[in-house]
């Protein structure tokens, strides 16, 4: 066999497996293009969910008012129980 020959073969052998190699590289840079589609689409159906569900102003304030006005009736409750007159020392 002619040495011209046998290097044609490995350089064809060589060529060849690069081209397998480079094939197999593209089809995974690909799948992963694909992949972060999907990952990035979920990703900005999350934010949308979560963005809808924030309490609404009108409704926080809804709901301090609310509050307030709860804790001032127990406050009202207490200083009524505190002013009925003195409370018995406890005994030690």
């Not at 046998?6 to 060529?15: C, K, R, S, T």
């Not at 992963?32 to 926080?60: F, S, W």
């Amino acid at each position: 066999m002619e040495p011209q020959t046998l290097l044609n073969i490995v350089f064809g052998a060589m060529g060849a497996l690069s081209g397998w190699v480079l094939n197999r590289l593209w089809g995974s840079v690909d799948n992963l293009h694909t992949q972060d589609e999907a990952l990035c689409n979920k990703v900005q159906k999350i934010e949308v969910l979560v963005a809808g569900q924030y309490v609404k102003r009108t409704e926080q304030d809804y709901m301090a008012t609310r509050l307030f006005q709860r804790l001032d009736r127990i406050e009202a409750k207490l200083d009524a129980k505190a002013d009925k007159g003195d409370c018995p020392r406890p005994i030690i």
